[in-house]
């Protein structure tokens, strides 16, 4: 297989975004959440700064790069960066562990410390594990490496503490967005390049796919926490908000606000009147990706930045793929739900480790985005392993930056930029809004039932479901 063990499999890449959108990002808005290599040492061909004439004291971090099912091709690409990451630094040793992030086994694996040295977390992970001291605080650490003042605040926000300490780095960020299958459109007699641009057309495209092709039109995750994070992306394209913060604090819970209502009363159509939704209502994010890459799914509401996930661990097609906006209302309050990933590292290491872990940090996530040589070899390496170059994505880097980055790679693009303009030439004039900040996850997975009960059940009360769901997260809220 390669160097490294059997068991691991699959590995995330942070690729440079096509899309820009540089005031407006907040989380997993953005490559959500500067710009040189340290003063000290000058880059390599690889884009990180040569080994430094300090002796390094041997140290091992295992870092959480590897997702189950990945193809060979990509964790050969991940091997080679790490073998050009040890040879820039002699004294550490890298070995990647299988980790895919999920509300309850991230949960389940903190608390028993089993977590790798470096890894990654949602942007609205990012509040409450600082504030329970639950991940390192890396400020200086991160300060040191030169380009700090070239995050997009909007996005670094997410992994700082309230005195603006950095305790967790934005490595990726994106605006949601509609996934569709252009195969599934032409078998349907649509125009791919015309994708749905209101929900009503989301509605009736569904129900012309799943009459012409016999596939779910329309597919909607709703375990795993997703059910919740995927009906507040169709609140907030409505012009709803789950919840409120006062100049105190407070938060007040507010899912059963009169858009959440129309975007499950929507769904609940769409299964049962329409019957466009297929006959899988448990998907999760992993599994719904596996879906639309099997051409079981005609559309489904994600992030921007799924091509890469789908490409190298689902064997999707390119010539399938396609990526529009969200329908937003004419609402003024309407918006693109937006977030990101942050990269953290473990309470349990050392000081040595965690010099180590920032180091790998600035070498496998950054390096890319604000370095030529960087950026060229990492581009050079994902094409030589058959790799995506140039998936939509939001910047987590100003302008300048990202500007100067994407003139780097533009010969590397490897994506279908086709197929994906009717999202990259119109985020620009969407809103981007961040999720809910107090209790994210909590609120979510209390929205999952919601989800599956109007899927499942064609007498679900959207009222009283919702009503339920909202007296437990306040009461999570109040609890603190």
């Known amino acids: 297989m390669s160097r490294r063990s059997p068991r691991w499999f699959a590995s ?10 540089v005031g407006a990002c907040s989380p997993t808005a953005s490559p959500s959440p500067s710009s040189a290599a ?15 004439a300090v002796a390094q004291v041997p140290v091992t971090i295992t870092v959480g790069v590897l997702r189950p099912g990945a193809t060979q091709a990509a964790v050969d690409a991940l091997n080679l960066q790490i073998s050009e990451f040890e040879a820039k630094y002699p004294g550490i040793t890298v070995e990647p562990e299988e980790y895919d992030w999920t ?4 949960t389940a694996a903190l608390a028993a410390g089993t977590l790798p040295d470096v890894f990654t977390i949602p942007f609205t992970d990012g509040k409450g594990l600082i504030a329970q001291d639950q991940i390192v605080n890396i400020d200086e650490r991160v300060r040191a ?27 990726a960020a994106y605006g949601m967005s509609l996934t569709y299958n252009r195969t599934l459109f032409t078998q349907a007699g649509l125009d791919p390049d015309k994708p749905p641009t209101t929900w009503d057309e989301v509605r009736a495209t569904a129900k012309t796919i799943a009459e012409k092709t016999g596939v779910a039109g329309f597919a909607q995750m709703a375990t795993e926490n997703t059910g919740g994070w995927q009906i507040t992306t169709s609140t907030y394209a409505l012009g709803g908000r789950m919840q409120t913060v006062a100049e105190d604090g407070k938060a007040t819970a507010t899912l059963n606000n009169p858009e959440t209502k129309a975007a499950l009363e929507r769904l609940k159509a769409m299964r049962w009147e329409d019957k466009s939704m297929g006959s899988t209502f448990d998907y999760a994010w992993g599994s719904i990706n596996q879906a639309f890459a099997a051409g079981q799914i005609g559309m489904f509401t994600g992030g921007s930045d799924l091509y890469t996930n789908m490409v190298q661990n689902n064997d999707l097609k390119p010539a399938d793929y396609g990526v529009t906006t969200i329908p937003l209302a004419s609402s003024p309050t309407a918006g693109v739900l937006g977030g990101g990933t942050l990269a953290a590292v473990n309470v349990v290491t050392r000081e040595e480790e965690r010099d180590a872990a920032v180091k790998w940090i600035d070498f496998y996530y950054l390096q890319k985005l604000i370095n030529e040589a960087g950026a ?20 987590i880097f100003d ?12 010969d ?8 994906m303009v009717n999202f990259t030439s119109k985020i620009f004039d969407q809103p981007i809004v961040t999720e809910p900040t107090v209790k994210t996850q909590e609120l979510y997975g209390a929205l999952d039932p919601v989800v599956q009960a109007v899927l499942t059940d064609q007498n679900a009360d959207i009222d009283a479901l919702l009503a339920a769901a909202n007296t437990q997260v306040q009461a999570a809220l109040d609890k603190g």
Do not use: E, H, M, R
């Open 145 to 171: 490496l030169g380009y700090a003042d070239k995050f997009n605040p909007n996005v670094l926000v997410n992994g700082q503490s309230a005195d603006g300490k950095i305790s967790a780095v934005p490595i």
């Open 399 to 410: 302008k300048a930056t990202y500007d100067q980055s994407q003139i780097w790679i533009k």
């Open 412 to 419: 590397y693009i490897n994506v279908p930029v086709a197929q």
């Open 12 to 21: 995330a890449f942070a690729i440079v975004a096509i899309a820009s959108l």
């Open 38 to 52: 340290p003063a000290s040492v000058a880059p390599t061909a690889s884009g990180a700064a040569s080994p430094s």
């Open 376 to 395: 060229v070899a990492d581009a050079k390496a994902l094409v030589a392993n058959n790799q995506p170059v140039g998936v939509p994505a939001l910047p």
């Open 103 to 106: 509300a309850p086994t991230f």
